[in-house]
């Protein structure tokens, strides 16, 4: 089992920049690739970022490539997404999540993560 715990969301204006944290525990030494979702109401959660388990190979949505950029640091077992010109559409809850993959390449696809957080809020003024 692997729990996880997002921080770092909360009110930014737009073209502003906040940074996510996402701390793992429990089963953190087994190998996983993680993921930032995100949900916005009324609407489907969607993929934003994941990463490999060593950090070797990343994944964006079109939507936030350039503007995210996510990163872990395994010894600190965190992983974290930097988000920059934001913009009031990026406005949702931000999920993180885990796989168990030791794979090259994170998968992006929801129904394949194993483990969620419970979300941080971020929200975008105009």
């Known amino acids: 089992q692997v729990q996880l715990v997002e921080s770092g969301g909360g009110l930014v204006q737009a073209g502003g920049s906040l940074r996510l944290s996402c701390a793992a525990s429990?089963?953190?030494?087994?190998?996983?690739?993680m993921g930032w979702f995100r949900q916005a109401p009324g609407k489907e959660r969607e993929f934003v970022a994941a990463?490999?388990?060593?950090?070797?190979?990343?994944s964006y949505a079109d939507s936030t490539k350039g503007r995210c950029t996510i990163s872990r640091d395994n010894a600190k077992n965190t992983v974290y997404l930097q988000m920059s010109r934001l913009k009031p559409e990026d406005a949702a809850v931000y999920y993180c999540?885990?796989?168990?993959?030791?794979?090259?390449?994170?998968?992006?696809?929801?129904?394949?993560?194993?483990?969620w957080g419970q979300g941080t809020q971020v929200t975008v003024s105009s």
């Open positions: 990463i490999n388990w060593s950090g070797a190979t990343t």
């Open positions: 999540a885990a796989r168990y993959s030791a794979g090259y390449f994170p998968t992006t696809t929801k129904n394949e993560y194993n483990y």
């Open positions: 429990g089963r953190t030494s087994s190998r996983y690739a």
